[in-house]
């Protein structure tokens, strides 16, 4: 977490992979998921109050946050496409993703407000491009 106080992480402990938060100051863990489907590439929000993360619950990849504060957890992306790997704007008010339209290895980059609004594709080409990240370039 932004705070160092925590530590989102995946696991297959349980027999299949799943998302855990390690308290580093008490080595406590919990489990966050627990549906069938694979969950993986958790990544906190800047505030630490959100955690994004995808799922295959439904089938299909979609991304999933979960809200710490009232242990909630709600779908991001539609269905219609796998979501793969997302990750915060600096300000927390939007994500990056990796989505595969078609069964054609057809990935491109998409944004989404993170209250779910917003989705569009921002960045296509030949290749398959994804696990984009927000940062800067500095000279």
Partial sequence: SPDGESIAFQSDRSGNEE?????????????????????????????????????ERDGVSAL????????????????????????????????????????HNDWSLWRIRADGSGLRRFHSSDARDFQAHWGCVRE
């Fill in 19 to 55: 998302i855990y938060v390690l308290e580093v100051a008490t080595g406590e863990e919990r489990r966050i998921t627990a549906v069938e489907g694979r969950d993986g590439w958790p990544a906190w929000s800047p505030d630490g109050q959100r955690l994004l993360f995808f799922s």
């Fill in 64 to 103: 999933y946050l979960w809200e710490a504060a009232t242990d909630r957890q709600s779908r991001l992306t539609d269905l219609d496409a796998s979501s793969f790997f997302g990750a915060w704007s600096p300000d927390g008010s939007e994500i990056v993703f990796s989505r595969e339209l078609d069964e």
